[in-house]
Nanobody
């Protein structure tokens, strides 16, 4: 599985960005995808991801501000980030995991990180 992420950049507080992640090398319906982020000196943490039931799960701090969506025809997931705050500044990573039924299996796949910087 290869993941190609894009869309990071510099934005002012209150602004918006959309991250994109295109998957290749696998059947799109066989993976769940999502986004994680990593703050300096911290471990990578979940931002939003699809679960095996097809619903999107969000970390509490981004609910009502970020929206996960996908385009199956393009093998792509998007993270629309609105009302960005300086504490959203991080490197964002696209993630994929294979699943069957309700079970995740195998390794995590990661895209290269994309930096999101929110200025105050």
């Amino acid at each position: 599985v290869q993941l190609q992420a894009s869309g990071g950049g510099l934005v002012q507080s209150g602004g918006s960005l959309r991250l994109s992640c295109e998957a290749s090398g696998t059947t799109f319906s066989n993976i769940v995808m999502g986004w994680y982020r990593q703050f300096p000196g911290k471990q990578r943490e979940l931002v939003a991801r699809y679960n095996t039931g097809g619903d999107a799960d969000y970390v509490e701090s981004v609910k009502a501000r970020f929206t996960l969506s996908r385009d199956n025809a393009k093998n792509t997931v998007y993270l629309q980030m609105n009302s960005l705050r300086p504490d959203d500044t991080a490197v964002y990573y696209c993630n994929a995991r294979r699943f069957m039924g309700r079970i995740l299996f195998g390794s995590d796949y990661w895209g290269s990180g994309t930096l999101v910087t929110v200025s105050s």
